[in-house]
Protein backbone atom coordinates (compact mmCIF):
# COMPACT_ATOMS: atom_id res chain seq x y z
CA UNK A 1 0.00 0.00 0.00
CA UNK A 2 2.59 2.15 1.49
CA UNK A 3 5.51 2.06 -1.12
CA UNK A 4 4.11 3.06 -4.50
CA UNK A 5 2.30 5.70 -2.50
CA UNK A 6 5.15 7.03 -0.97
CA UNK A 7 6.26 10.55 -1.65
CA UNK A 8 8.91 11.48 1.09
CA UNK A 9 6.59 12.68 3.54
CA UNK A 10 7.54 10.39 6.79
CA UNK A 11 9.00 10.10 10.40
CA UNK A 12 12.50 10.84 9.95
CA UNK A 13 15.00 11.51 7.78
CA UNK A 14 16.19 8.02 8.05
CA UNK A 15 12.55 6.40 7.40
CA UNK A 16 12.80 8.32 4.60
CA UNK A 17 15.95 7.53 2.84
CA UNK A 18 15.20 3.92 3.35
CA UNK A 19 11.48 4.27 2.24
CA UNK A 20 13.02 5.28 -1.33
CA UNK A 21 15.73 3.09 -1.54
CA UNK A 22 12.63 0.20 -0.96
CA UNK A 23 10.83 2.14 -3.10
CA UNK A 24 13.60 2.28 -6.33
CA UNK A 25 14.54 -1.04 -5.57
CA UNK A 26 10.85 -2.55 -6.71
CA UNK A 27 10.63 -0.22 -9.36
CA UNK A 28 13.93 -1.48 -10.94
CA UNK A 29 12.75 -4.94 -10.68
CA UNK A 30 12.52 -6.44 -7.38
CA UNK A 31 11.30 -8.81 -5.95
CA UNK A 32 8.21 -8.40 -3.53
CA UNK A 33 6.98 -10.58 -0.55
CA UNK A 34 3.80 -9.61 1.32
CA UNK A 35 4.44 -10.44 4.77
CA UNK A 36 2.29 -10.18 8.09
CA UNK A 37 5.23 -8.84 10.14
CA UNK A 38 7.81 -6.40 10.81
CA UNK A 39 9.65 -6.57 7.26
CA UNK A 40 12.61 -4.13 5.66
CA UNK A 41 10.59 -0.74 6.06
CA UNK A 42 9.76 -1.41 9.82
CA UNK A 43 13.77 -1.56 10.44
CA UNK A 44 13.95 2.12 9.76
CA UNK A 45 10.66 3.26 11.58
CA UNK A 46 10.81 5.15 14.85
CA UNK A 47 7.55 3.27 16.10
CA UNK A 48 9.92 0.18 16.26
CA UNK A 49 11.23 -1.01 19.18
CA UNK A 50 12.43 -4.21 19.70
CA UNK A 51 11.30 -5.86 17.06
CA UNK A 52 7.45 -4.80 17.75
CA UNK A 53 6.24 -1.66 16.01
CA UNK A 54 3.86 0.81 18.74
CA UNK A 55 0.91 0.61 16.20
CA UNK A 56 1.38 -3.40 15.88
CA UNK A 57 -2.33 -4.09 15.84
CA UNK A 58 -3.17 -1.53 12.98
CA UNK A 59 -0.28 -2.67 10.74
CA UNK A 60 -1.30 -6.98 11.01
CA UNK A 61 -4.95 -5.25 9.89
CA UNK A 62 -3.43 -3.38 7.18
CA UNK A 63 -1.08 -6.43 5.68
CA UNK A 64 -3.65 -9.21 6.23
CA UNK A 65 -6.30 -6.52 4.46
CA UNK A 66 -3.67 -6.17 1.30
CA UNK A 67 -3.02 -9.76 1.17
CA UNK A 68 -6.31 -10.75 0.81
CA UNK A 69 -7.16 -8.09 -1.24
CA UNK A 70 -3.84 -8.93 -3.49
CA UNK A 71 -4.97 -13.11 -3.22
CA UNK A 72 -8.75 -12.39 -4.69
CA UNK A 73 -6.99 -10.42 -7.73
CA UNK A 74 -8.57 -7.21 -6.19
CA UNK A 75 -6.59 -4.00 -6.04
CA UNK A 76 -6.04 -2.92 -2.60
CA UNK A 77 -7.60 0.93 -2.03
CA UNK A 78 -6.66 3.06 0.80
CA UNK A 79 -9.99 3.70 1.38
CA UNK A 80 -10.96 -0.31 1.71
CA UNK A 81 -7.49 -0.99 3.73
CA UNK A 82 -6.27 1.84 6.25
CA UNK A 83 -8.29 4.79 5.76
CA UNK A 84 -7.39 5.13 9.80
CA UNK A 85 -3.31 5.62 9.45
CA UNK A 86 -2.52 9.19 10.01
CA UNK A 87 -0.93 9.26 6.05
CA UNK A 88 -4.26 8.46 4.68
CA UNK A 89 -5.12 12.22 3.67
CA UNK A 90 -1.76 12.10 1.94
CA UNK A 91 -1.94 9.19 -0.73
CA UNK A 92 -6.17 8.49 -0.17
CA UNK A 93 -6.69 9.78 -3.53
CA UNK A 94 -3.46 8.06 -5.80
CA UNK A 95 -4.62 5.03 -7.35
CA UNK A 96 -2.40 2.73 -8.92
CA UNK A 97 -2.68 -0.08 -11.61
CA UNK A 98 -2.86 -3.52 -9.82
CA UNK A 99 -0.37 -6.18 -10.76
CA UNK A 100 -1.91 -9.46 -9.30
CA UNK A 101 1.22 -11.26 -10.52
CA UNK A 102 2.88 -9.23 -6.86
Same mark, same amino acid.
Not at 48 to 64: F, L, S
Not at 65 to 88: F, H, R, S, T
Given at each position: ??? @?????? =? !?? *??? /?? %??? %?? &????? %?? =???? +???????? /??? /? @? %??? =??? /??? *? *????? !??? +??? !????????? +????????? &?? !???????? +? &??????
Amino acid at each position: MCI @PRFKGK =G !YS *EDF /CA %NMK %NV &QDYIN %NG =GEIN +LVEHCDDI /CAH /C @P %NMA =GGI /CKN *E *EDVKN !YDA +LVK !YAVEKGENP +LPKNICKDC &QW !YNICKDIN +L &QHNPSV
